[in-house]
């Protein structure tokens, strides 16, 4: 029975992360907002333990394991996020610290994820089970938060009262903020959980919960008023319904169904949500007219080459340009460590502003090994679960490869793209098995193995 205590411990406090991860906001703005600040860091206080408790113990990884110039590249990035920490720049060793757990800190799913599943099949069977108890409390909430206005209780904002609750569309809809702290937060959720149902539809996902929790995700994709949702969450769905055939999970006929079905659950959501689509239509066509608005899909990426004179090769240390460093520097104005009016936004240049045009590329060419560490499963992937685990990471590791894997991004995304991250690994685990399996059957004179 021993055997089974470390894994049941890990995936207990991997469940109480995932429930602070998405309510911590609540408790920050509803429950206890003189405590706001504890709360926030909380979940990475939590996760840190786990971490150490499992480093402690010893216990082992046996059912994952990455690819060899992935672990390489990973492990370079990591040295030089640790070396950036004590930055000559740095106002002080805290902030390097911060620095530390936005880049890192999220990576040790790698090794919590394998921990708590024995295999991929256990995985998605419970990431199925949760699913609904995930996405529809959440958007129900948002629903609940676009019929009413700034001034009610639910919309009520971590900090800036009724002045910071942003709108959209002539109707003036509030932008929702779910049970997140921001905008940004309850964005990231609604992205996330779509492209999460849209796997496990693939999967074979089809019981009616799951479906009524995928019909809420889709039905709020417009509730934050966020174009990059919308943008995001179609790319990723056709990437994965093209992999989908790629890699042999589905033929045309069922790609065909799965479209219309995901047709359907997507008419359901204009339909009940027409006044927020219109809403972020309206809010589409202004930002359209703005100066430069067209040019931001293409500055995701390119924006780190706006920064490589001021960063030089090393840049200004990890946690410079993080936006919850200032709150560290007590007594030191915000980012006067970093030159004078220095304005950063994306996260491929607040990459070259703290890692230096070094730095940048180490990260970079990690995330590019992950991307076709993923495409390779894929298209390669000797059982279909290992399939499976690949199509799902494969947009988010797509987008990563593009504007950066999560350092800025809010929690709930870092999280999600570290967890395909150990998703592969485990997929690459159960890759090898297939492979050592059909070679030990032809060594017995067996017949060849088609994969599952």
């Known amino acids: 029975m021993s055997s089974h205590k470390g894994p049941l411990h890990v995936r207990l406090g991997l469940g109480l992360f995932l429930f602070l991860l998405i309510y911590d906001g609540a408790l920050r703005k509803w429950v206890l907002p003189g405590a706001e600040q504890l709360l926030f860091i909380a979940k990475d206080v939590l996760l840190l333990g786990l971490l150490v408790t499992v480093v402690l113990k010893r216990q082992g990884q046996g059912n994952a394991k990455m690819q060899p110039a992935v672990r390489g590249l990973f492990f370079v990035y990591a040295t030089w996020v640790l070396l950036e920490s004590v930055n000559v720049y740095l106002p002080n060793l805290p902030v390097g610290i911060w620095g530390i757990k936005a880049h890192l800190l999220?990576?040790?799913?790698?090794?919590?994820?394998?921990?708590?599943?024995?295999?991929?099949?256990?995985?998605?069977?419970?990431?199925?089970?949760?699913?609904p108890w995930v996405a529809i409390p959440v958007c129900a909430l948002a629903f609940a938060q676009l019929a009413l206005p700034a001034s009610s209780f639910l919309n009520q904002q971590v900090r800036g009262g009724v002045e910071g609750v942003a709108y959209f569309g002539e109707a003036n809809l509030v932008r929702v903020t779910g049970p997140f702290s921001y905008i940004s937060g309850m964005s990231s959720f609604v992205q996330t959980v779509t492209v999460l149902g849209v796997a496990l539809f693939l999967y074979g996902a089809r019981s009616r919960n799951f479906l009524v929790g995928l019909g809420f995700a889709l039905t709020a994709l417009p509730a934050t008023g966020s174009r990059g949702v919308i943008v995001i969450a179609a790319a990723s769905a056709i990437i994965m319904l093209f992999a989908g055939v790629a890699s042999r999970l589905l033929g045309v006929q069922r790609m065909v169904r799965i479209i219309v079905a995901l047709a359907v659950l997507g008419a359901i959501s204009l339909q009940t949500q027409d006044t927020a689509w219109v809403a972020l239509q309206q809010r589409t066509a202004l930002a359209a007219q703005a100066h430069g608005d067209t040019d931001r899909t293409?500055?995701?990426?390119?924006?780190?080459?706006?920064?490589?004179?001021?960063?030089?090769?090393?840049?200004?240390?990890?946690?410079?340009?993080?936006?919850?460093?200032?709150?560290?520097?007590?007594?030191?104005?915000?980012?006067?460590?970093?030159?004078?009016?220095?304005?950063?936004?994306?996260?491929?240049?607040?990459?070259?502003l703290e890692l230096g045009i070094l730095g940048w590329f180490f990260s970079l060419t990690m995330r590019v090994a992950l991307f076709f560490w993923a495409a390779k499963l894929v298209m390669k992937g000797r059982t279909?679960?290992?399939?499976?685990?690949?199509v799902l990471a494969l947009p988010a590791m797509a987008l990563g490869m593009y504007v950066g894997n999560g350092v800025f991004a809010p929690p709930v995304g870092a999280v999600f793209y570290w967890f395909c991250v150990g998703l592969l690994a485990m997929a690459q685990f159960e890759h090898r098995q297939a492979l050592e399996q059909r070679v030990r059957l032809r060594a017995q004179g067996s017949p060849g193995v088609a994969a599952r």
């Open 106 to 131: 999220y990576a040790s799913l790698i090794l919590l994820i394998p921990l708590a599943f024995r295999n991929l099949d256990e995985l998605f069977l419970w990431l199925v089970k949760i699913y």
């Open 384 to 390: 279909r679960t290992v399939r499976v685990a690949a």
């Open 298 to 352: 293409f500055t995701a990426f390119t924006n780190a080459f706006r920064f490589f004179d001021t960063a030089g090769l090393f840049g200004y240390g990890s946690g410079a340009a993080n936006l919850g460093s200032p709150a560290l520097a007590k007594g030191v104005r915000p980012f006067s460590w970093l030159p004078p009016r220095v304005g950063f936004e994306e996260e491929s240049g607040r990459l070259v």
